[in-house]
């Protein structure tokens, strides 16, 4: 647990460092904990230590967690969604960060009607073709844009993408780059529904080159939680 707290007083330095020398304020940078795989426990540990956003990537995951610690934490869809499993988390997650088909968009329109609800969403955009087989391609993301803004309960709130593993997290500035320069091209088109004030993009890896690019929103979790065992599920 203590280790816990360890990295999360590392992580929010970083951060903070990483804003300072770009000339941003850390409080413009929210740090999202990816506790997937993780129990409970380290949750609330989390929580313990005023981080108060977790990202998980399954739907079964945050139901249950959920359970135990409802609005507690804000809760992150930040991994594939399925849309038969948009009922489920329609009325826990803040924010869908990885909407990246017309249809999904649909569903979760649909059934944000129905719970009577507004949803803020990220278009998560595949920059690595290769490396993610999710994600909406750079050159479909105008079409992609004008409609999902026609879509009534959809509020879309900026962009997300999962940058490929590097050793040297230099090498994804570029793409980090890139994105936020397609946020600003965004933005100045001034399409209703339409912001660009979220910018979900920096890994463990590579969260500081991502801040220093322009990220809003880093998702951490080997560097709070430690390395995942997908064994012991
Ligand atoms: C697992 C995951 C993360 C966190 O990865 P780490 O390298 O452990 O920080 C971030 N974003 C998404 C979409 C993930 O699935």
Known sequence: MDCIKDNIEDVLENIAKAADKVGRQKEDIT????????????IEAALACHVTDMGENKVQEIRQKYEVLGHNATWHMIGH?????VKYIIDKVDLIHSVDSIKLAEKINVEAKKAD????ILIQLNVAD????????TMELDDFIRQVSNMSQLRIRGLMTIAPYVEDPEENREIFREISQLAVDIKR???DNVNMDILSMGMTNDYMVAIEEGSTMVRVGTGIFGKRDYNKR
């Open 31 to 42: 740090l999202i904990a990816v506790s997937k795989t993780k129990p409970v426990q380290d």
């Open 117 to 120: 609800k507004i949803i803020d």
């Open 130 to 137: 290769e490396e993610t087989k999710f994600g909406i391609k």
């Open 81 to 85: 969604l399925q849309t038969n499993k």
């Open 189 to 191: 088109k001034n399409i």
